[in-house]
């Protein structure tokens, strides 16, 4: 409480003079009458007339004796010492800078530094605010942004030395000396200040947390708080935009800096933050727009990454749904097939970007396409209209497992990505590749940079590959072969992602089965299901259109163009298409094969299987459709059917580097075979694989002669089905 001031005593003022009234008195030393004695009508005045005319003397104003007094310099005339507006403590005067506060304060002072969620209901007089220079107008003074919306003057005549030369940008501690608001204006009048030593304090608005799977229309204007994980970060022409997920649910969040700068840049994916913002509807969606975004502490960042990693495990469950057919395989399947498709899941809700890697044919691109259709949606859902185009990537592959080519491809875009945009590392998905012992150095690559990995393949699988995968499903795990297609695999796991694409995709079981010849008796099936649709001829001939246009695509996607051939937008246009690709590529196999099959050689081997060669690199045209292996492959069915029906027949096309084998009703097994001549041709550079009976080899040019005699020998050692 405050006390009577000692100096005044209560007073507020010092008594400097007193005695008789010198203008109302007799003689000296005697009392005054308090009445006015004479007057000179020249000085005469209001004053003067007011106690002309009621008789009382103007000097001492009746009381007959004359005071002289002067206000206290002590308490400044209020009468009682003053308070510190800080510590409390009495004071026993004001400081120079008009403060009512005291020496100690002033020397340590606080300062105060406004998070963006504040507003002007914050503030309060008399507190110190750190700011920055917004402008400087001369003859006036300086605008001092006390954060992003707050802002006030500080008049030039305040500024003291050191502040002449203020700037745009400029950082200063400045004092808020008023407040005043007019209706919707509010003015602050700022003064600037030098504290000797001060302490900050972050200063951030009281709002209650929100929680973002609770937001609505209705919250439009709002102003919200809420905890979560950055998901994914995307710069775009105008603003950043971050994706923010709780556990119960993720919003997109808008910070701006200016055009097309990144805001927040201590900001990055997989941070724990607390955002302040204000709820607003874009394209009828709920975007906030961020007023702070502040990393929150290691406690809270641990217990909060938990919940959300629980809650979206929860929502990446598949959907446990009944196949399109009836398998055993399929069946037997089902695990890693869920494990795949929650794997796909949990890296769309967390808005990872997934680079879809397949082989480039039919059926690899089938089982892309499968994929893609139902990811697709959720994408847009999760992250927006334009998500697709920053998170996904589809990509063919020309051998059949990840060559390092393709892996410091997607490993360089996906370290840019990082730099630039703070993108997570996305998550690889390989379809018709990447079961087999060749995919593992691309591996390496991946695992180096925690690019996650799941495969979809029916290649002959080894066990070295999965050490690096999240999720395996292959055939040949439960007892199945490659006649159960990548492309059959792809659809129904498709629909365990996303069960509303069933109707747009459930023919490209039937084109993958068709495009690598399945004998399956799931291909029966599949077939079944779309004979209604499609004839058999119709499948066979979307199968060599696609085969055909994604050879002059090369490493392109297709984007478009593969739906087209595949029957998913107009109609009519799908007609068209495949009926000229299909009219083109037939005429480029038949001028193929017509260099090519007079110079096929045809031996009988030990095992009774009948072996045919053909030098592709002589005896066929380079650079153009079909490729080695299709050619392989043509001149393959027409020694099966044509020449040798009935017989087990072997077609090597052979390369100065690669042979590319076909076989029927041999008991090969290719990947084995690959292995044998690697540690026997030690220096040979053997590589390679495949199914058991279908695939490739490369060696070194140099050790052509021996790796194909001793390839040779070893088919010919293989056993045959019997008739």
Known sequence: MSEKCSKCRGEGFLLLESGPCPKCSGTVGST??????????????????????????????????YEKKQKCDECRGKGETLNCSRCGRPIPYLNSNGEEICNSCLSSSVVYVLDNSCDYDDLESGRLYKGCVDGVVANLGAFVKLNDGIKGLMHEKNFEAGHASLQKGDSLIVQLKNISRQGRDTKLDLVPKKPLDYQIIDVEKEIPLSRI????????????????????IKQTGGPTIFTIADESGLVPCAGFESAGK???????????VAAVGEVNLRDNSIQIELLSLKKLSDDETKSLLQRVDAAID?????????????????????????QAAKEIRKAIFRSRPIILRHHADADGITSAIAIEKAILPLIREIGGSDAEYKTYKRSPSKAPFYELMDV??????????????????????????????????????????????????????????????????NPYKVGGDFGLTAGMLCTEVARMINPDVSDQIYHLAAVAGVGDRSQAPEFEQYLDLVLGK????????????????????????????????????????????????????????RDQLDVSLPNVQSTTLKSGAVLNTIDVEKFAHKFTFPPPGKTSGEIHDIMCNVRYPDKPVITLGL??????IRSKKVLMNIPQIVRELREELVGSGVNGGGHLVVGSIKFVEGAADVVISRLIEKLGEADVENE
């Not at 990144?262 to 724990?272: D, H, K, L, P």
């Open 408 to 473: 410091v491809k997607d490993v360089s875009y996906a370290v840019e990505d990082e730099i630039r945009y703070g993108q997570p590392m996305p998550l690889v998905v390989m379809v018709d590749n990447g079961s087999t012992e060749e995919d593992v150095p691309a591996y390496k690559h991946t695992q180096v940079y925690g690019m996650d990995i799941v495969v979809i393949d029916h290649h002959h699988p080894d066990d070295a590959a999965d050490d690096y995968l999240l999720a395996h499903v």
């Open 262 to 272: 990144r805001s927040y840049v201590e900001i990055m994916t997989g941070m724990a």
């Open 32 to 65: 005054g009458s308090g009445k006015t004695k004479s007057i000179n009508l020249m000085d005469l005045s209001e004053k003067n007339l007011s106690s002309f005319v009621s008789g009382t003397c103007d000097v001492c104003g009746g009381t007959k004796t």
């Open 655 to 660: 390369g100065p580097d690669f042979a590319v």
């Open 314 to 338: 929860v929502r990446a469950e598949p959907h446990d749904i009944s196949f399109l057919v009836q398998s055993d395989v399929l069946e037997k399947l089902r695990p890693a097939m869920l």
């Open 534 to 589: 499609y004839t058999l001829e119709h499948l066979k001939e979307m199968a060599l259109a696609l085969d055909y246009e994604q050879y002059w695509l090369k490493f392109g996607s297709g984007v478009g163009i593969i739906d087209d051939i595949l029957d998913m937008r107009d109609h009519d246009i799908h007609l068209r298409l495949v009926k000229m690709l299909c009219e083109q590529a037939s005429g480029m196999i």
């Open 213 to 232: 799977g609770d937001l609505t229309a209705k919250d439009n204007g709002k102003v919200i708080k809420m905890l979560g994980e950055v998901l994914q």
